[in-house]
């Protein structure tokens, strides 16, 4: 059964860093692209990057370039996303998916909440 | 960059009413179009993908249509758990993966 299993939820403050993490399970890892997608309170689906785990190539949303970085560890099946300074307009639900070619999602792990707040 | 235009932005319906969302792209993308239905609280689920084609173990009474810049999703008798919002997203070009604002459905 394939599985995408994220880190629990964060509360930060602002200028904090973070680092989330996306385990997946149950297909192999490193043959499959990963997206982040993000969804602020009470808005839509915002997909900010995919990475390939087997070569680590990484592409990023225009939107998201510089505002944050994604990183796979692929001898423990895991994707991350990390800011390095958060700002209160971070917070927001994180999703990771599993992306099928050409370019779907087709499994999504179950979230993970950031809260970022003084 | 291709934008994906959806209507209505909410609708309300019956239960057993036939519901149409449309998804509308800024430029021509062939049949590269997923739709996905996000529960309240929920993750986000797979429905369609390439246009038309169901996910494994999507009930038979949603269905895709349309290629190009026009794309509808059907719900062919609406059912009180298909209360959700619904996004299409396309993919002709990785990495640009753009949703739409998605559509709320709600039970009349």
């Known amino acids: 059964e394939v599985q995408l299993v994220q880190s629990g939820a964060e509360v930060k403050k602002p200028g904090e860093s973070l680092k989330i993490s996306c385990k997946g399970s149950?297909?192999?890892?490193?043959?499959?692209?990963i997206g982040w997608v993000r969804q602020m309170p009470g808005k839509g689906l915002e997909w900010m990057g995919i990475i390939y785990p087997g070569d680590s190539d990484t592409r990023y949303s225009p939107s998201f370039q510089g505002q944050v970085t994604i990183s796979a560890d692929k001898s423990i099946s895991t994707a991350y996303l990390q800011w390095s300074s958060l700002k209160a307009s971070d917070t927001a639900m994180y999703y990771c998916?599993?992306?099928?070619?050409?370019?779907?999602?087709?499994?999504w792990g179950q979230g993970t909440l950031v809260t970022v707040s003084s | 960059d291709i934008q994906m235009t959806q209507s209505p932005s909410s609708l309300s319906a019956s239960v057993g009413d036939r519901v149409t969302i449309t998804c509308r792209a800024s430029q021509g993308i062939s049949n590269y179009l997923a739709w996905y239905q996000q529960k309240p609280g929920k993750v986000p689920k797979l429905l369609i993908y390439?246009?038309?084609t169901l996910q494994s173990g999507v009930p038979s009474r949603f269905s895709g249509s349309g290629s190009g810049t026009d794309f509808t999703l059907t719900i062919s008798s609406l059912q009180p758990e298909d209360v959700a919002t619904y996004y299409c997203?396309?993919?002709?070009?990785?990495?640009?993966?753009?949703f739409g604002g998605g559509t709320k459905v709600e039970i009349k």
């Open positions: 390439a246009a038309s």
């Open positions: 997203q396309k993919y002709n070009s990785a990495p640009r993966l753009t």
């Open positions: 998916a599993r992306l099928v070619r050409p370019w779907y999602f087709d499994y």
């Open positions: 149950g297909y192999s890892f490193t043959s499959y692209w």
